[in-house]
Structure formats: C-alpha cells, structure tokens
C-alpha cells in the first residue's frame, strides 16, 4: 500500500444497494494498490470488513471518476450496478451535481438524480452476439443448449438467466455453482432464476461469479430484464423484487437504465496491522 493516512492506517466507506454490499476506497488523492490477496482480506466477513464487492474509486480525465471493482474471491468484474449507484449518489452529495458520468471497463456511465432518494444508472447497452457475451462458441443467446433454456446477456459481466415457475423453489447455492463454471461461459457467468408474479413485475434471485448467493445485483437486474423482453415475457421497464428489495429497470434506446434506493452505511479505517498482514 502507498500513500496513505500518516498513521499506516486505509481510510473505506461501507455501503450497499439492496443488500448487495461495498467496501468503497477513494483513490482519486492517494495510490492505493489492491492485489488479488489484499481485496480477499477486506472481503471476509470475520477476519475483514466483509462484501460482495471492492470498489475503488479512481481520478479520470474522461468523467467524474473512474471505478474498478474487485469480487470476493480477488478477481476484478467489467461491472457492478449497485456500486456504481451507490458511489455516484455519495458524489452527487459531494460535488452537488445531479448528473454526470463515471468510467468503468463497461465503458462511461450516466449517472442521474431520480428523486426521493433513489439514483439512476445507465448501465449501456445490452451486448447479445455470443462473441460479446460472452461465450465459448457461436451459439443462440436467447436459447442456451443449457438445462432450463436459459438466455445468456452481456452487461459488463457474462449472464445466465433462467426463467421458471418460482424462483423461490430453486436450490440456488447448488444451481448456481454449477452454471457459473459451465464450459459455455469462458469468463465463469452471473446466474439468475426469475419468475413472474405480475405483469411487468418479476421476483429474482442471483449468484455471482467469485462471490455466490447475494441479495442483490444491479448487472444482473439489467440482463433479466433484457432477457425477460427479448423473451415475450415483460415489456422493457420492469420492476424485480429481489432478496434485498426492489429495483427498476428500463431498457431505453441509448441503453438499460437501472432505478433505486442506496445507503451509505458507514466510515471507517483499515488499520496498518490489518494492512501489513494482508500484504504479506
């Protein structure tokens, strides 16, 4: 680690979108180095602070800020919905902008105000061509050759989506290992079960890649939605009840807008023992 408090110590925030937790770094006035190892420490629920995802948030000359996201496991993700509008509400409380854009591998981000608290993120266009997804070999996106039929989506992050009669009844922990390793998907995928309750209104659940059952996940909101239309199923603007609440997505022409509520839980700082260890 470099440049950091004088005291060794790492300054974080906490925060999470319905229930899909954060650990966010601030880089934009210090370097800090983040190696597979040390984003592993921080992610552990006994020995760290614990999250689904790391984000650091870093300078760019192209938006507000760039942002780079880590998993459980070490591993980095193209995207990460509800970080992105967790991090862009803390910057529109910062800098009292009410839109701007935020650089990430998926590309610049429009990030708007929507209101009564909740924020909204462009988070691009759907990629739906097997070579953008993507997956190991020409195949059908809307039909996987996959048990279940399942629809594979591009948001930043691979996606495997699964629409059954109740989401609710899926042994998830087992289902989703399985599927995120399957040979189809080279980068390991995101898996999604949803079932439709209403019209327009779907319930889902979700496992992320290098990380496993989580409440919620802004990435593959978008790509059940996406794949929920090109499915017959809903319209483009949906709402999905998920583990942690609810969220709304809305598959416009210049990309697929996702709409909720975030918080910011906490500051805090990682100690220079903590780091030191985790370092080693």
């Known amino acids: 680690m470099r440049d950091l408090t004088p005291n060794g ?40 602070i614990g ?27 193209g995207a990460c919905g509800n970080a992105t509008r ?15 854009r935020l650089k990430t591998e998926r590309g610049l981000l429009d990030c708007a105000d929507a209101g009564q ?5 462009n988070m691009g266009r759907p990629l739906l061509d097997w070579r953008d997804v993507p997956l ?16 594979a989506t591009g948001m930043g992050n691979p996606h495997c989506s699964f629409f059954v009669d109740d989401a609710e009844a899926v042994d998830l922990e087992t289902r989703g290992a399985e599927i ?18 209403a019209p327009n209104h779907l319930r889902m659940r979700v496992w992320e890649r290098g990380v496993g059952v989580t409440l919620a996940s802004g990435s593959s909101s978008c790509a059940v939605a996406v794949a929920a239309h090109r499915r017959g199923i809903a319209d483009r603007k949906v709402r999905l009840t998920l583990d ?22 906490a500051d805090g700082t990682l100690t220079a023992d903590f780091l030191a260890l985790a370092s080693a």
């Not at 608290?117 to 993120?121: I, M, R």
């Not at 990309?255 to 975030?262: C, E, L």
């Open 9 to 48: 110590d790492l300054p974080f925030m906490k925060m999470h979108g319905l229930g899909n937790d954060f650990v966010v770094l601030d880089a934009r006035a210090r370097a800090i180095e983040i190696t597979p190892a040390l984003a592993r420490a921080i992610g552990d629920r006994h020995r760290g």
């Open 51 to 77: 999250f689904d995802q790391l984000a650091v948030i870093r300078p760019s000359a192209d938006a507000l800020a760039e942002l780079v996201f880590y998993n459980q496991d070490g591993s980095t993700a």
């Open 86 to 100: 967790c991090i862009a509400r803390h910057l529109m409380e910062e800098t009292g902008q009410a839109t701007f």
């Open 117 to 121: 608290g909740l924020t909204s993120v």
């Open 136 to 151: 190991s070999r020409d195949t059908d996106t809307l039909h996987l050759p996959i048990e279940g039929d399942p629809v």
């Open 180 to 197: 995120e390793h399957h040979p189809l998907y080279p980068q390991r995928t995101n898996v999604q079960f949803a079932s439709l309750i």
């Open 244 to 265: 942690g609440g609810d969220i709304e997505i809305d598959w416009r022409d210049d990309g697929v807008w996702m709409t909720g509520a975030t918080m910011h839980v």
